[in-house]
């Protein structure tokens, strides 16, 4: 049986860290860091998101601002908004909760996010500073992912790690994150997508296999090498009779038969979903203390 990769005990621990961080701030008398999240229209999973991102930011001492508007709202006046979040010293860092309607180009808003306040780390500049390895916000999901195998120790270097899924937010940036010259990193990465012949061969060499394909329970025990290590990514509500809500939350990965074969396995929820607000957490701090240096009025 696997060992389970536990997002709920670490996230609670990195945000005590960064609660006593905070504390050492307003305790020197600075301005505690401050998260503006912006929502447009009320599309469910999303709501959840941006409550939970608000609650996390109150638990460590962070101030949030929650800017919601009407999904008829215009591009041109989001990305106003956006020029004002950028121009207003009292916020520190901002993310604009996507998807957005289909009338607003989401790249032209990504775009417009100053990067130095881009703690969603999708920024173009922020992504080609990360493939560069520069200092830079790495977007929140892989940032996650890579907190959990540096605090679980999980060896990287040389090790064969395949990646199931490409996307801008998940896939891509944790190919790149694992195989730089760095720990966590050092990887022999593979990047599989809706193209790649052999999946489950290639699936089943894997030491590390990340998997962020979208697909509820897509890899089984079959797919994966004994003792390996699995990250699922996915969340996907399904209805369910056994649960109070009506409904319960699997991932990409067949937990019960692959936690049988692998060595460490994130289970879904209590996994990668917990750290990826962390994530934006340890982001925002940063882009606070980066903030700070530049003077008294910061
Ligand atoms: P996505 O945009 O849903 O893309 C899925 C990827 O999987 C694509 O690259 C696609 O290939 C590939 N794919 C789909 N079907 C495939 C198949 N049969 N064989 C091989 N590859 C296939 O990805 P995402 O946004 O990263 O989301 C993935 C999952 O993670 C979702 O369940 C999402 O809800 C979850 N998620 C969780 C968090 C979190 O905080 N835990 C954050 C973000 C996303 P093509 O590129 O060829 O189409």
Not at 141 to 170: F, H, W
Request: proline share 6%; with cysteine; aromatic share 4%.
């Amino acid at each position: 049986m696997a060992i389970i990769i536990d997002g709920k005990l670490i996230a609670a621990q990195v945000k005590e860290e960064i609660a006593a961080e905070v504390l050492k701030m307003k305790e020197q008398g600075l301005r505690a860091p401050a998260l503006a999240v912006v929502m447009v229209g009320n599309e469910g999973a999303s709501a959840t998101y941006v409550a939970s991102k608000v609650k996390s930011c109150q638990q460590v001492g962070f101030e949030s601002i929650d800017l919601h508007f009407p999904e008829d709202i215009s591009e041109e006046t989001l990305l106003q908004t956006i020029q004002d979040l950028n121009n207003n010293p009292g916020v520190d860092g901002f993310i604009v909760q996507l998807p957005l309607p289909s009338h607003i180009n989401e790249d032209k808003v990504i775009a417009a996010v100053n990067p130095d306040k881009d703690v969603d780390g999708f920024h173009p500049s922020n992504v080609g500073k990360m493939a560069l390895n520069i200092p830079a916000f790495v977007s929140a999901t892989p940032a996650g992912i890579m907190e959990l195998i540096a605090r679980y120790k999980i060896e990287t270097d040389g090790k064969e790690i395949v990646v199931l899924g490409r996307s801008n937010i998940v896939g891509t940036p944790i190919s790149i994150l694992l195989s730089r010259k760095a720990y966590p990193g050092n990887g022999t990465v593979t990047l599989c997508h809706s193209r790649t012949k052999n999946l489950k061969e290639v699936c089943s060499r894997a030491d590390i296999l990340i998997v962020a394909i979208g697909k509820p329970e897509f890899v089984t025990a079959d797919m994966v090498k004994p003792g390996a290590t699995v990250i699922d990514v996915g969340i996907h509500r399904i209805p369910s009779t056994e649960t109070k809500s009506g409904f319960r939350i699997i991932g990409d990965v067949q937990f019960e038969s692959v936690s049988q074969v692998a060595g460490y396995i994130t289970p879904v929820p209590g996994g990668v979903g917990l750290m990826t607000i962390v994530s934006l957490l340890q982001n925002t701090l940063k882009a606070a203390k980066e903030k700070r240096k530049e003077g008294p009025t910061a």
